[in-house]
């Protein structure tokens, strides 16, 4: 409220309108699966376009989450707004846009009375100049940042099983022929959605629609896991055409003692690296924490697991904003608290 552009146009989503959006993601070369996953929940979506001259400027993605009191998504943070590759501002008119977006993104939250907002963005498109004036208005508007690491396989590496941890080798070496593996996506193997449920046991009846929509747009392939007959579970990798890389996304197993998360993998490596992929892209690695986030024995295990792939790092911000006092100091109490508890924990253990 009361900050205006002249030239610009707001368009919120809706279901009549979704294929501007749609398209908008498509083309950009800074989208991400996140942004194609928004689109298949449009109950608490209020994702907006900024047109400038009656052409596209920027996509910003919002969600509300945590009964309508968090603008994040998948319990996480948002995706990144998408700035339009076909148009050329010049330094004023982009900043002008982008602090009507940050002043859109206060507007709507406070309206709805949402109390945090969090959104993200790798470091890689820092080199954008969009990105980096993004980046300076977000802290000038009371966003914190925190930086996270972030592992990624170069699957165009050659020798890319040097970096293997000698446990992951070992388990590849003993197991990975005995183990019977089959692959599943919508090309090979157009499962309708009750035998898709079947097969993928374990999220969450709103995760799964999500999963399957993006399932029959081949956006998602998994494999089945099996060893003399007897099921072991399933990995499950969300697939990025565009960028032509895999996000490893979840497993899981049934109680053995057979690793088949290292197992599910390489066979995903192996498959895509045949597909010419260039990577596969492990996600935050919760090996350290932060006030934003403080990661548990479980997460940390995994990252062990992440790791145990060798790969290369990259950083993701995360740009966090209250929109009361009281809000942010019982978040800084609560937060201070854990992580207290945290080192305690872990002075026990030594």
């Given at each position: 409220m009361g900050y205006e552009l002249n030239g610009a146009e707001i368009v919120y989503i809706n279901i009549d309108n979704r294929k501007l959006f749609s398209d908008?993601?498509?083309?950009?070369?800074?989208?991400?699966?996140?942004?194609?996953?928004?689109?298949?929940?449009?109950?608490?979506?209020?994702?907006?376009?900024?047109y400038y001259h009656n052409k596209p400027a920027v996509l910003i993605p919002l969600y509300f989450e945590k009964n309508n009191t968090e603008a994040s998504f998948l319990g996480m943070s948002l995706p990144p707004p998408l700035f339009s590759d076909d148009i050329i501002?010049?330094?004023k008119t982009l900043k002008k846009i982008i602090i009507l977006v940050l002043k859109k993104l206060d507007d709507i939250c406070v309206e709805n009375n949402i109390k945090l907002i969090k959104l993200n963005y790798m470091t890689s498109i820092f080199n954008s100049k969009a990105y980096r004036m993004l980046h300076k208005e977000l802290k000038k508007s009371f966003y914190q940042q925190y930086v996270f690491d972030m592992g990624i396989l170069n699957l165009k590496n050659k020798n890319l099983n040097v970096d293997f941890s000698k446990g992951l080798k070992s388990d590849i070496k003993k197991w990975n022929t005995k183990i019977n593996v089959d692959f599943f996506n919508f090309e090979l193997s157009p499962l309708k959605y009750d035998?898709?449920?079947?097969?993928?046991?374990?999220?969450?009846?709103?995760?799964m629609d999500i999963i399957y929509s993006l399932y029959v747009n081949n956006m998602v392939e998994f494999c089945t896991l099996s060893y003399q007959d007897n099921y072991l579970g399933f990995v499950l990798f969300l697939i990025d055409k565009s960028n032509k890389s895999l996000m490893y996304y979840n497993a899981f197993k049934v109680d053995v003692n057979i690793p088949i998360h290292s197992i599910g993998v390489y066979q995903?490596?192996?498959?895509y690296i045949e597909k010419e992929y260039d990577q596969m892209l492990f996600g935050v690695l919760s090996s350290s924490f932060n006030l934003l986030y403080i990661p548990s024995n479980k997460h940390r295990k995994i990252t062990s697991f992440?790791?145990?792939?060798g790969g290369e790092l990259e950083h993701m911000s995360?740009?966090?904003?209250?929109?009361?006092?009281?809000?942010?100091?019982n978040y800084m109490i609560i937060q201070t608290e854990r992580i207290i508890n945290n080192f305690k924990e872990k002075s026990i253990e030594t």
């Open positions: 908008f993601i498509n083309k950009n070369k800074h989208s991400t699966l996140e942004h194609y996953m928004l689109l298949e929940r449009m109950e608490s979506n209020h994702s907006f376009l900024i501002l010049i330094n035998e898709f449920v079947q097969k993928l046991e374990g999220y969450s009846d709103d995760d995903f490596i192996e498959r992440k790791n145990s792939f995360v740009y966090q904003k209250f929109f009361s006092v009281d809000d942010y100091k």
